[in-house]
């Protein structure tokens, strides 16, 4: 950083010593030359009278101005020497802002600091004072960018230095020297890690520049991108990419640093998709490099293809050392990932030719053969990925080395899978053995026991089916030590886990037949609260074993009953064990508690379905099907349920069939639509009561007697579908019908009719003068007059409906008032036994204890809003305590209301569905 200076002038006129005319004539041909730059000549002239009059009064003087010439020449040290020889105090005071320049441009920042102090004491010029105080900070400042580099307790010195430059740099700012003291003040804050006060510092300085192509601007804004990088990386990219688009000089630096940030950030689709940008601008030695940039990003987001494309560009460019095996590595994996084997062949020959012998790669040489013996195994190559796994556990087990035992280990695992993969059980037992005597407390233990258990178990099984039952022993032998060494490690299984490790110790000592071994076992774990699936399957061996011991055959019925009942998977004996106490259960069948009811459906239920068909030799009746499907529907057990009606009703079939002997089943398809609905299959309910609805349309003289309900069941659904146009055809066409087996659903029909009219309302027809709402409103009340209590609630709903409409079509300053008249008024309806309607709606009560309940929840549903419509009324008169006291108890009344609610009440306190 060069400062300029004052030109130097030689104050002749402060001498009255007398000289000779010769000494007169030589300092002013001196001084003609220093005026008219002929430094040159100037300098020899300085230097001859200097020597030849060394005691000359002028000699000062000449001293400051052949110091001057040397610094103006660059050089400096002369200077200082020529500066150092001056003894007049005046004169040395002229030149000491010169010797300060010299030692800054030497870079002799430690003499300059020292002399500093002393001089910014005296009075001082303001140009003087710019100066002075920025070679002060200077000489801080550099010494701590130094001392930063060095590191260690240095930094410490270093953050002293910059906060006491920061001061003097401050003081010159509205200087000529305003410019240098603003960088280094970006520099400065750069170092103590204020990366906010450096970017907006040198984005402030770019701004200022006039020049919009100036290098310098340019320079200063990426020192801002570098800055914002640090805190702020949307700001920095944006920093970077202007300059890649729009810089002069600097295009392809901040390419490469647009590049490296989002490459730092992991932002690769942002990399990605600026490639073309980046492309475009980088320096063409910066090419390659960018190619192994893209090749990361694309390995990064999996797509492997382009990743190849890239990476094998930047190792086209002859790439060497740790950026060329990092490409290698993971080019090695996009082929693995591609199934491009004889690529992956080759480049790992390439990768093995120049890094295979170096013993500090063991590691990543170890993750390369791994990639390869991945890459063999999903190419089908079992022999190939067998035998570089052989080499991987061979090399690496000899060597000892803690580096290599996380891949010896992965590559023993992946042997032991692909053993067992491949059906060759007694190999992978084997080799994960050989794992546990290396690494016996290594993290894939858990993964490796339940291996040994899983192969030991096939040997033992595809012994069995082989007949070689001499066999059998050593193996269950085994398996039992297997499964002992799981049931004992409690660091790395649950205890349910270990539950079912013990319960299958007593199945190997049952297949041994070890009875008595097994059962203490399972009764041990029965006692234990299992769970339900490991309960079915203990009472399932408990029931085995006393039926291979033929005792206790009460014990069987217990035990095998138990099992059914809380079976979630099949058993392969369940047939066995099944027929047995399903002919039990056709025996008590004309009288079944509760209890029964549920074990006979489960009976029924696999005599059904989990029979195959030529077994199956004694059919169902369909009576019992009915029975089973009802059972179903009435719990809401959807699965079983849509499968014993859809086997019941024959839907296999392309297209839909009832005939006319089967009309009687015409209830059941609606509880199938129930079921589909219930399920979420919503096509396949709509496309059977549509189905439905037209056989019954198509055959008028059949004596179909759901119609009604078909139709009704399509409008709820296109009604819960939120196609409110279809609903209303279907619902006012079902209103206009007066069939009298049917008026549930007619009312039903026509309360949906007057919401959905409603509803499809302009806001301005919503008034008592509106014909359409006096249609409605008459509807409703209608509803609300002919009330029945096993229709409920629909009447109820007609009534809410009714206050609701009607107080909403008034004047809005008596909407409130109006509504909590209506709602007052419509208790007392309700609760009247006055006339002949309210006699015979209230003497139900006793006959429909359901619907009982639910009127009760619709009467406490009411009183809870009339005290809260009571509360808002009490705070718009001005009486807040007793508004405050009203709606309290609406709200308590409010959550009073219990499941199960239906869904029009559900939706008024809002419950979600």
């Known amino acids: 950083m060069m400062c300029v200076l004052p030109a130097f002038s030689l104050p002749l006129a402060a001498y009255e010593i007398s000289i000779t005319e010769e000494e007169t004539l030589f300092v002013r041909r001196i001084v003609a030359f220093w005026k008219d730059r002929e430094y040159l000549f100037a300098k020899r002239q300085i230097d001859e009278f200097l020597e030849k009059f060394p005691s000359n009064p002028y000699s000062n003087s000449l001293y400051a101005m052949r110091g001057e010439i040397a610094l103006i020449e660059g ?23 010169k010797r300060c320049h010299a030692l800054y441009l030497l870079k002799d920042y430690t003499k300059l600091k020292n002399c500093l102090p002393y001089i910014l004491k005296d009075p001082l010029s303001k140009e003087d004072h710019d100066f002075y105080h920025f070679y002060y900070a200077e000489s801080l400042f550099r010494q701590a960018a130094s001392l930063f580099n060095q590191g260690g307790e240095n930094v410490l010195i270093a953050k002293g230095y910059c906060e006491e430059a920061i001061p003097h740099y401050e003081g010159i700012l509205d200087g000529e020297l305003a410019l240098h003291a603003k960088i280094a003040l970006a520099e400065i804050y750069r170092l103590l890690g204020n990366y906010t006060q450096a970017a907006d510092l040198y984005l402030a300085l770019a701004t200022h520049l006039k020049e919009k192509n100036d290098p310098l601007k340019e320079s200063l804004l990426l020192h801002a991108g570098k800055m914002l990088s640090k805190f702020d990386t949307k700001k920095a990219l944006e920093a970077f990419s202007h300059l890649t688009r729009f810089g002069k000089k600097k295009q392809s630096t901040a390419a490469l640093l647009w590049a490296n940030l989002l490459a730092d950030e992991g932002l ?13 601008k980088l320096a063409p030695d910066k090419i390659s490099y960018f190619h192994s940039l893209l090749g990361k990003g694309y390995f990064a987001l999996a797509q492997y293809e382009e990743a190849i494309e890239h990476l094998e560009a930047y190792l086209l460019e002859n790439a060497t050392g740790e950026e060329e095996r990092n490409a290698l590595v993971r080019l090695i994996a996009c082929y693995k990932e591609t199934g491009t084997l004889d690529k992956l062949e080759l480049t790992t020959f390439q990768y093995m030719r120049h890094y295979g012998n170096d013993p500090r790669l063991c590691d990543e040489l170890a993750k390369v053969q791994l990639l390869r013996s991945f890459a063999l195994r999903e190419a089908g190559k079992l022999s190939p990925a067998l035998e570089q796994l052989d080499t991987l556990i061979d090399h690496y087990l000899k060597l000892d080395n803690p580096k290599l035992a996380p891949f010896v280990k992965e590559a023993l695992v992946e042997k032991s899978t692909l053993l067992f ?33 899983s192969s030991l178990t096939q040997c033992i ?29 409690l660091h790395l299984f649950s ?38 699936e490991l309960a079915a399957n203990l009472n399932f061996d408990l029931a085995f074993c006393y039926i291979k011991e033929n005792r206790a055959p009460e014990k069987i019925v217990a035990y095998g009953e138990r099992a059914l009942t809380l079976a979630i998977h099949p058993h392969r004996e369940t047939r066995m064990l099944h027929l047995g106490l399903f002919n039990a259960y056709v025996e008590m069948a004309n009288n079944l508690n509760t209890e029964g009811k549920v074990q006979a459906a489960n009976h029924l239920y696999q005599a059904v379905f989990d029979f195959p068909k030529e077994e199956n030799t004694h059919p169902v009746s369909l009576e019992n099907l009915l029975w089973l499907a009802h059972y179903y529907y009435d719990r809401r057990e ?33 509880k199938l639509a129930d079921l589909y609905g219930w399920d979420g299959q919503s096509n396949k309910q709509l496309k059977l009561l549509q189905d439905l609805l037209t056989l019954q349309l198509g055959h008028p003289d059949w004596p179909f007697v759901c119609r009604l309900k078909t ?25 206009k019908q007066s069939v009298a087996l049917d008026i549930g659903v007619i009312y039903k029909a026509r309360l949906q009719t007057a919401r959905l009219l409603y509803e499809q309302l302009e806001p301005s027809s919503r008034t008592q003068q509106s014909k359409e709402v006096v249609s409605i409103l008459k509807k409703l009340k209608d509803l609300q007059v002919r009330k029945i209590l096993a229709y409920e609630p629909i009447h109820l709903e007609a009534a809410l409906d009714y206050a609701s409409i009607y107080s909403q079509t008034t004047e809005e300053e008596e909407s409130a008032f109006c509504y909590l008249r209506l709602l007052k008024q419509l208790k007392n309806d309700f609760s009247s036994r006055q006339d002949i309607w309210a006699k015979d709606y209230h003497a139900s009560f006793h006959l429909l204890p359901e619907k009982a309940a639910i009127y009760n929840s619709y009467m406490r549903y009411i009183d809870a ?26 709200t308590a009344l409010m959550d009073t209301l219990k499941e199960p609610l239906s869904p029009y009440l559900k939706e008024k306190i809002g419950i979600k569905q």
């Not at 007949?467 to 002992?484: D, F, H, S, W």
């Not at 041994?512 to 029965?526: F, S």
């Not at 809003?865 to 509360?871: M, T």
């Open 75 to 97: 050089n400096c040290r002369d200077a200082l020497v020529y500066f150092d020889k001056i003894q007049d105090p005046q004169e040395a005071l002229a030149v000491r802002l």
């Open 268 to 280: 690769w689709t942002d990399l990605l998709e600026s490639q073309e940008e980046i492309f475009g």
């Open 421 to 453: 993969t491949n059906k060759r059980w007694m190999e992978a037992y084997t080799t994960s053995c050989l794992y546990f005597s290396h690494f016996p407390k290594g993290e894939h233990s858990r993964y490796l026991l339940k291996l040994n258990i």
């Open 461 to 489: 099984t595809q012994s069995e089916g082989q007949g070689v039952l001499a066999k059998n022993a050593p193996l269950y032998m085994n398996l039992i030590t297997e499964l002992k060494n799981a049931s004992e490690a």
């Open 495 to 532: 205890l349910e886990e270990i539950k079912n490790f013990e319960h299958l110790l007593a199945k190997a000592y049952y297949s041994l037949g070890e009875t008595q071994k097994a059962i203490p076992i399972l009764n041990r774990h029965l006692s234990q609260n299992p769970t339900r």
């Open 638 to 670: 959807i699965k079983k349920g849509v499968q014993t009606f859809e086997h019941l009703l024959n839907l296999n079939k392309k297209s839909f069939e009832l005939p006319p002997r089967l009309l009687f089943l015409e209830p059941e398809i609606l």
């Open 711 to 735: 139709e009704c069941a399509i409008a709820d659904f296109y009604y819960e579908k939120g196609n409110h146009h279809e609903a209303l055809l279907h619902y006012s066409n079902i209103e």
């Open 865 to 890: 809003v009339i005290l809260l419509a009571e509360g808002d009324r009490a705070h718009l008169l001005g009486n807040a305590t007793l508004a405050k006291n009203k709606k309290s108890a609406g």
